[in-house]
Nanobody, 128 residues
Framework: QVQLVESGGALVQAGGSLRLSCAASGRTFSSYPMGWFRQAPGPERDFVAAISWSGGYTVYADSVKGRFTISRDNAKNTVYLQMNSLKPEDTAVYYC?????????????????????WGQGTQVTVSS
């Protein structure tokens, strides 16, 4: 069983920065891609970013490209999301997730159904 625990969410002013962390346990963390998603009030959970098992490949949603950076430390079983130049529309609950499918090449999933394990989420609120 995999456990994912997010932290780092907070209330921040527009233009500010936050770094989210997601600590993993229970499975070989370093073998699998990881992703970040977010959910504002409503049913949709939107893709934010993903990173390959090695950290060598990353992919971002257009809405966060150039502002957010995903990274991982396999020695610490942790994945990070550095968020800069935050906007009110970034307000959401942020979830990390683990994809346990092996992919050859540089493919990274951007759909929630492609991820098998999820954390409980951390709230990010950006005030204007």
């Amino acid at each position: 069983q995999v456990q994912l625990v997010e932290s780092g969410g907070a209330l921040v002013q527009a233009g500010g920065s936050l770094r989210l962390s997601c600590a993993a346990s229970g499975r070989t963390f370093s073998s699998y891609p990881m992703g970040w998603f977010r959910q504002a009030p409503g049913p949709e959970r939107d893709f934010v970013a993903a990173i390959s098992w090695s950290g060598g490949y990353t992919v971002y949603a257009d809405s966060v490209k150039g502002r957010f950076t995903i990274s991982r430390d396999n020695a610490k079983n942790t994945v990070y999301l550095q968020m800069n130049s935050l906007k009110p529309e970034d307000t959401a609950v942020y979830y990390c997730a683990q994809d346990t499918t092996y992919y050859s090449g540089s493919y990274l999933g951007s759909e929630s159904y492609e991820y098998d394990y999820w954390g409980q989420g951390t709230q990010v609120t950006v005030s204007s």
